[in-house]
């Protein structure tokens, strides 16, 4: 468990030093605010933005993921995403907006009812404020995603992330709220609260519901006394295991309806705490809920067999339509891995795959200098100097680059 742990530190710090580096300053986001008239109050919210996203010559959209209680969890998610996601040649998920929701008062915003009891249902003043859920709900629904979606290059793909209060805030908006997100990842929920009303309330839901489209991973955290296992908490009544007994009915409840069209999938983690378990559940969520998002090792392998009789461009376009069916919106290739993709192409002397990559890109990204220098780059290994020039002069007429312009001047200079 160390190990794992020390894994996904290293990936976090990792894609955080690959941020953009501001003078000192290794930068993973950055603040934003909105005034809420729902919740009559200023909200801060923390924004990651994919490298390159701000940047005027970038036409791609991105998910968002909405992250609660963001001061703890956005420098985690930002990172694992940064990681899986094609910008560390990864792909195992898209490059994604990250927006974590800072608390003003935790307890009133992320329980849906008001609550007397704590979570050995013994009466309590703890959770005098407790009960905004809904409310809270509300703000994300009409303020927050509309000012984000305005602000930023979204696409129209939504990931919820919530931990324990967070995650029953969760369960209740994919229980009351379902088209609200596409997916979900939910970290030990607190479904002990108001007596198991969500739970009881989601038992009836989740037979009547179409859930068709949406996607819920779950982690669960151990909380038993030592010695304990799951079997034997779900059929102890004592209170000291309510909390996890809970979460484990809820799983029963997800997995005891599988016509309603919900992808579910949940990992028990025997070594890690209701504190330690966010890390481990984000990294696999993303593993799970975008198993789909990278092409099979098999494809792969044979993208890069000479002896394969394969269309290359035809794979990956296919791949990208079922992808696209899958998230509810047209997904493209990422740049950077078909430019990628396609240099390797020419390191390995298949160049007839290489030049249907690079034109791919030009497809999709007709604006792209460095599509276009790409293309240049093929001609130039072919030794066909004349081309080579051509696709670098289209290139430098979108945008001056150095590299590109050292290179055509090379070009010249052989000739």
Known sequence: MKKALLLLFLIVFQSAYSQDIVGNSI????????????????????????????????????????VLDGSEHFASVSGIIQYLSEANGNMFCPDMIVVGINNTDRTRDLTPTYGAFDYENKP???????????????FIEKELMPYIEAKYPTAPFRMLIGHSFGGLTAVNILV????????YTIVDPSMWWDRYKLLKQAHDVLKQKNFTGRYVFMGIANTMPPGDDTLHAHHDTSAKINHIR????LADEFKANPGNGLTFNYKFYNDDNHNSSPL???????????????LP???DEALFDANAKIDVAAVIENHYADVSGRMGYRVMPPETILDAMGHDYIEVNLPDRALAVFSLNVKYYPNSAGAYAAIGDYYSAQKNKMKAAEFY???LTIIENKTTRDKLIKLKDLK
């Open 176 to 183: 009351n709220h379902t088209e609200l997100f596409n997916a």
């Open 124 to 138: 309590t003043n703890s959770f005098k404020t407790s009960g905004g859920g809904e409310k809270f709900t509300a």
């Open 27 to 66: 930068v993973l986001g950055h603040t934003d605010s909105i005034q809420s008239k729902i919740l009559n109050e200023k909200r801060t919210i923390w924004v990651h933005l994919p490298a390159g996203a701000a940047s005027k010559n970038n036409t791609s959209r991105y998910p968002v993921v909405y």
């Open 297 to 299: 090792k098999e494809t």
């Open 280 to 294: 481990i559940t984000e990294y696999d969520a993303f593993r799970f809920l975008f198993s789909y998002y990278k």
């Open 393 to 395: 002069n289209k290139s």
């Open 246 to 249: 809970s979460i484990l009915n």
